[in-house]
């Protein structure tokens, strides 16, 4: 059975640092598009960040980029999500998802991706 487990949220002051992982369990995930994606009270799941761990392309949503990183260790089947110079409007529930195939091209829809985690809540105070 494939798990996905997001960890290290928190409550943090606007400007301030928070990294995220995902451990994965179940298979490896070493050629294939994962993401974070988020949610926010009364919003919509979108897109935070993604990545083709076969050969390190990322992608960003435009509120994230410049501020956020994704990466990935194949060896640890860890997926990470740096977060720096944090805004009240990054608060949200954060997912860690994973596709199955080995499909390239890394979108922000939900649909694309088949294996997902409980989520981290990040919180900002100003």
């Known amino acids: 059975q494939v798990q996905l487990v997001e960890s290290g949220g928190g409550s943090v002051q606007a400007g301030g640092s928070l990294r995220l992982s995902c451990v994965a369990s179940?298979?490896?995930?070493?050629?294939?598009?994962m993401g974070w994606f988020r949610r926010s009270p009364g919003k919509e799941r979108e897109g935070v960040a993604t990545?083709?761990?076969?050969?390190?392309?990322?992608y960003y949503a435009d509120s994230v980029r410049g501020r956020f990183t994704i990466s990935h260790d194949n060896a640890a089947n860890t997926l990470y999500l740096e977060m720096n110079s944090l805004k009240p409007e990054d608060s949200a529930m954060y997912y860690c998802a994973a596709r199955a195939s080995q499909q390239i091209g890394c979108g922000f829809q939900s649909y694309d991706y088949n294996y997902w985690g409980q989520g981290t809540q990040v919180t900002l105070s100003s």
């Open positions: 179940g298979r490896t995930f070493n050629s294939n598009c």
């Open positions: 990545i083709y761990t076969g050969y390190g392309a990322t």
